[in-house]
């Protein structure tokens, strides 16, 4: 029987201000990549984004971005290996002092937005951010898309790492996401997002946006939390799953 881990970003609220839907959402995933305080969120939403976390016995991995809370992470940043590697400790630590309060192992780090994908085609990046939690612990799982640099850089680092796959999101031929920017880059019918992920987990294939088929690996799907129909595209894809025999399980397992 197939297995795969069905992750979500959360803990983006920050403030006064509400994303997402985190508490009815979670039901339906077993990993969350929780914000750290540089893209979003705050010490207050991380706390209490970790007690819902272990109150549905999820996977929590931390979720570091570059320090652009008004671009919600999403923006290019001039930065250099140096100064991602001290960014992802930083914030890993911020969020492992919450899961170690409330008694909840850390067991996964997934960049975020400009970064998860600026490391994703840039090897030095990729590998500064290997490094950070290779040295923060060796047990942590990187989590990075399927094909990309960072999967190789955690090859050569000797750091565990799951290959992640997005539900709603279209891609290039070479295996990256299509920016946001691009038309086309979001897959906005939920049974084509839904028929994709099967056929990624089943197959190891997706069509691009060029129409060509390309081959994938997926150990991790990520389904967003903030969209309008978010929480309705979660329970389907969760039902989707269930009937074709595949199982979710956090990364923990799926990489034991």
Same mark, same amino acid.
């Given at each position: ?137 060796? /047990?942590?799982? *990187?989590? !990075?898309? #399927?094909?990309?640099?960072? &999967?190789?850089?955690?090859? %050569? +680092? ?15 031929? /070479?295996?990256? *996401?299509? !920016?946001? #920017?691009?038309?086309?880059? &979001?897959?906005?019918?939920? %049974? +084509? ?32 939390? %903030? ?30």
């Amino acid at each position: 029987m197939n297995q795969v881990d069905l992750n979500c970003d959360l803990g983006e609220s920050f403030g006064a201000y509400t994303i997402g839907m985190d508490e009815q959402v979670i039901p339906y995933i077993s990993s969350a990549n929780i914000a750290c305080g540089y893209h979003a969120s705050d010490p207050v939403v991380m706390q209490k984004t970790i007690k819902l976390a272990k109150e549905n016995g999820i996977g929590v991995g931390a979720h570091p971005g570059f320090p652009d809370l008004m671009g919600f992470g999403r923006r290019n940043m001039n930065v250099s290996p140096s100064e991602v590697k001290a960014y992802v400790q930083y914030q890993i630590g911020a969020l492992y002092a919450f899961c170690k309060a409330a008694h909840l192992p850390l067991s996964h780090v997934k960049p975020h937005g400009a970064l998860y994908n600026m490391a994703g085609k840039d090897y030095k990046l990729a590998k500064a951010i290997c490094e950070g939690i290779l040295e923060f612990d060796s /047990d942590l799982i *990187l989590m !990075a898309l #399927s094909g990309s640099e960072m &999967m190789n850089a955690a090859k %050569d +680092t000797g750091l565990k790492a799951a290959k992640e796959v997005f539900a709603d999101r279209a891609y290039e031929e /070479d295996g990256s *996401l299509v !920016a946001r #920017s691009k038309p086309g880059a &979001m897959i906005t019918d939920e %049974d +084509t997002a839904i028929q994709r992920v099967i056929r990624m987990i089943q197959e190891g294939k997706v069509t691009a946006v060029t129409g060509k088929d390309i081959s994938i690996e997926a150990d991790s799907v990520c389904v967003h939390g %903030d969209g309008a129909k978010a929480l309705e595209f979660v329970k389907k894809i969760r039902t989707a799953l269930k009937t074709a025999e595949i199982r979710v399980l956090p990364l923990s397992v799926i990489l034991s």
